[in-house]
């Protein structure tokens, strides 16, 4: 919807598509605005799980032509992959939850917003942890709020959307003997787009760490790569009273992930 005032606001409710607005027709014209320094998450991969939205952030600068202000365009930025910017606006996107842009002098216009993602509605499929192109569509309208042009913009940087990650961890036995044996299991898990539910991630290598009572930094113990549903077990020397956890670095296709520390008395 436009807004008739110095900037301009743009609301979708939730999960709602581009393509419910009409599609540009072949005959629309060029709406003569740019689109610069777009950057979505902060540059940061967009991490999503599997029921919690996820709205991240972005901003952009945008160029007008002249005799266009900025109460005059509606731009909704989105995301696509393995298609068209016009198809990915279509169907298969990740949407504009909310723009707002504020004009800054005549020509120009600062403007943020977030895109929304509901991972059950937009996300049905685990191969879409990957990279997704970043879009703009422009719409201009005439003083009669009529549709005066639109158009795609694109190449811009692309955004990673990755499968969030989980990590659990468990040392006992609870209390134990200076010196004894600790054994320390757990499991790596990531979001499953397709269960909606949280599955294994079988094979992947993780850090067992520990932090001494009193402290606040952890070391590394060493490495263990999980099995093939994501379950981790070693054995370790109790030396001292302290928290351990497991760890594993985000990969291409999923988030990162940290257990919360768990406390051994060592008597």
């Given amino acids: 919807m436009r807004a008739g005032r ?33 950057v979505v998450n902060e540059g940061k991969s967009v991490i999503v799980g599997t029921t919690a939205e996820v709205k991240p952030g972005f ?9 266009v202000r900025a109460d005059d365009v509606t731009p909704f930025p989105y995301l696509y992959h393995d298609t068209t910017a016009a198809k990915g606006a279509d169907s298969g996107g990740i949407y504009t939850g909310f723009t707002s842009c504020d004009a800054a002098g005549t020509r120009a216009a600062e403007c943020t917003g977030e895109l929304y993602i509901e991972p059950r509605w937009q996300l049905d499929s685990n191969n879409d942890a990957t990279t997704w192109k970043a879009a703009v569509w422009v719409r201009v309208w005439n003083s009669n709020d009529q549709l005066k042009g639109e158009e795609y913009l694109t190449g811009f940087s692309s955004v990673p959307v990755k499968r969030a990650g989980k990590a659990t961890v468990n040392a006992s036995p609870e209390p134990v003997a200076k010196g004894g044996k600790l054994t320390v299991t757990g499991r790596l898990t990531r979001a499953d787009w397709v269960k909606h539910t949280y599955t294994g991630f079988g094979g992947k290598a993780a850090k067992l760490q520990f932090r001494k009572a009193g402290t606040s930094t952890y070391s590394t113990v060493k490495i263990v790569r999980a099995d093939s549903a994501g379950y981790l077990r070693t054995t370790t020397t109790a030396a001292t009273d302290g928290y351990w956890r497991w760890i594993y670095s985000e990969t291409s296709t999923t988030g990162g992930a940290k257990a919360a520390g768990d406390y051994v008395d060592v008597r």
């Avoid at 393509?19 to 072949?26: H, R």
């Avoid at 901003?59 to 005799?67: D, I, K, R, W």
């Fill in 59 to 67: 901003t952009f600068h945008m160029a007008l032509p002249s005799g």
């Fill in 6 to 38: 110095s900037g301009f606001a743009v609301a979708l409710a939730g999960a709602l598509a581009l393509g419910a607005y009409a599609a540009p027709s072949a005959a629309a014209a060029d709406t003569g605005v740019t689109v610069s320094d777009l």
